[in-house]
Every structure is written in C-alpha cells, then in structure tokens.
C-alpha cells in the first residue's frame, strides 16, 4: 500500500499570511492526489483534486500542486475561517488512503 | 443539492454486530462509486471500504477485511456497511462519502455528517 505523510503536523501561522502543507507519498500516484479541509465538528470538505484542480465553491486562495510523489497546497493569505486540520489523500492505487493530517493554527 | 444521511450508529459490545446505512439524495446515486470513511476519536481519517456504481469493484482496509461488507442498493439510492466481530478500536465516527465518478478509485466530493458507532462492554 501507498503510505502518505503529511508534514508539519502542526503549522502556526498569523492571519493574512501564506501557510504551505506538504504531501508526501511513498510512490508515485500521478495526479491523483486530493485534499480535504476538516473544522471542528464537521465533515471533512474536498478542496483540491487532481493535486491542482480546485473544487466546486472553493476560493482562489486555495491552490494545490505537485505530481509524483511530492504534493503541496498553499492557502495565499489565511483568512480566520482557513484554521482547520487538513488532509491529503492518494486515489491512484488501492487501498486509497490518507494522511495523517497537518493542523493549521493561529499563531 | 447533494446530501448523504447516514444512520445505524449507536453502542454495542465486543464482537457484536452493526449494520450502518447511508441515504442518498440530489444525484443520480448509481452513477457513482460510494465509500466509508471513518474517524476515531480525537484521531485522523481512515478509509474503510469502497464499491463502484454497479457493486463489481469493492474494496476494503486491512483493519476490516474479512469482518465488514460494504453493499449498495441502487434502486433505493442506499449505501450499507454490515460489520460483523466488532472491536473496541472500530470505535468511530463514519462518515458515508460520494466518489466523484463512477469507479471506486476517485476523490470523495459529498460527505454526510456521520453516524458514531462506539463498541464496549
């Protein structure tokens, strides 16, 4: 199975500045690479697939790139509702799994 | 407008048996592969099982194989979960979630709101 890592665990960072989460898997999946945002209580919302493409309803703050095996998302300038726990997720081989997750803060 | 109702969770002992259920809505649910995704408490997502839009692709995780059935029935746009010898570790929230196509390998754009399922005695 593909294991995905995500890194830093935890990203501190101050509104309006540009947060970068990285994806690493341990071969290639293309581009076939999703992220989700997760905030508290609620269930996960898919930004990104395709590594790059965002989707329906997602700002342009949000973009994804990457391909292989190495994958990042950038949020440009962190608005108070971006502070949520993010993951990435391979769905080029079976089984498609997760990574363990980067949670985003306010520092 | 999409939605996914899942429903089934509730408390039951070591090695008992639970059978979850998502209702689908706001598409053309056997167009699409389905999948559970399941969170434990306070911890990260785990992909539990997918089957494609016709029930001939069905995949599942190691920590279930052999103890959980995925099925689907198309003409009552539903999705189940049987899980059978469950375990205090199976102890989660699950979510139901829709593929974004139609094989079972795919991003999951629609996610339901979740049934929690805790096992113990």
């Known amino acids: 199975e593909i294991v995905m890592t995500q890194s830093p665990a935890t990203l501190s960072v101050s509104p309006g500045e540009r947060a970068t989460l990285s994806c690493r898997a341990s071969q290639s999946v293309s581009s076939n690479l999703a992220w989700y945002q997760q905030k508290p209580g609620q269930a996960p919302r898919l930004l990104i697939y395709g590594a790059s493409t965002r989707a329906t309803g997602i700002p342009a703050r949000f973009s994804g790139s990457g391909s292989g095996t190495e994958f990042t998302l950038t949020i440009s300038s962190l608005q108070s509702e971006d502070f949520a726990v993010y993951y990435c997720?391979?769905?080029?081989?079976?089984?498609?799994?997760f990574g363990q997750g980067t949670k985003l803060e306010i520092k | 407008e999409v939605q996914l109702v899942e429903s089934g969770g509730g408390l039951v002992q070591p090695g008992r048996s639970l059978r979850l259920s998502c209702a689908a809505s706001?598409?053309?649910?056997?167009?699409?592969?389905m999948h559970w995704v399941r969170q434990a408490p306070g911890k990260g997502l785990e992909w539990v099982s997918g089957i494609s839009w016709n029930s001939g692709s069905i995949g599942y995780a190691d920590s279930v194989k052999g103890r959980f059935t995925i099925s689907r029935d198309n003409a009552k746009n539903s999705l189940y979960l049987q899980m059978n010898s469950l375990r205090a570790e199976d102890t989660a929230l699950y979510y139901c979630a829709k593929g974004s196509g139609s094989a079972t390998l795919a991003n999951l754009n629609y996610w339901g709101q979740g049934t929690l399922v805790t096992v113990s005695s």
């Open positions: 706001g598409f053309t649910f056997d167009d699409y592969a």
């Open positions: 997720q391979q769905y080029n081989n079976w089984p498609p799994l």
